[in-house]
């Protein structure tokens, strides 16, 4: 069973930057694609990136987002650049094994508010 805790999220001026951080524990984090997800309200859940040991993106966070993972810590981060309002959710960070595409472990969520 893996455990999954995101932090960093906050109020933050558009045009700001945030860092996402997801900490894993009881797996082994290296076997694991990594993925982060948001949920605004009334909308449904959105892919956001994922990471193996190649990162990729949904088309809201190209250019902006930046998605990596420290196997030594077990953590994920997202780097968050050039905040819009419309970033405003709830971001989770997501775990699933590496030969799958599905994520079997979810975070409880860190809420991020983008303010213009």
């Known amino acids: 069973q893996v455990q999954l805790v995101e932090s960093g999220g906050g109020l933050v001026q558009a045009g700001g930057s945030l860092t996402l951080s997801c900490a894993a524990s009881?797996?082994?984090?290296?076997?694991?694609?990594m993925g982060w997800f948001r949920q605004a309200p009334g909308k449904e859940r959105e892919f956001v990136a994922r990471?193996?040991?190649?990162?990729y993106y949904g088309d809201s966070a190209k250019g902006r987002f930046t998605i990596s993972r420290d196997n030594a810590k077990n953590t994920v981060y997202l780097l968050m650049n050039d905040l819009e309002p419309e970033d405003t959710a709830v971001y989770y960070c997501a775990a699933g094994p590496n030969w799958a595409d599905r994520y079997d472990y979810w975070g409880q969520g860190t809420q991020v508010t983008v303010f213009s």
């Open positions: 009881g797996g082994t984090f290296s076997n694991y694609r």
């Open positions: 990471i193996r040991s190649i990162p």
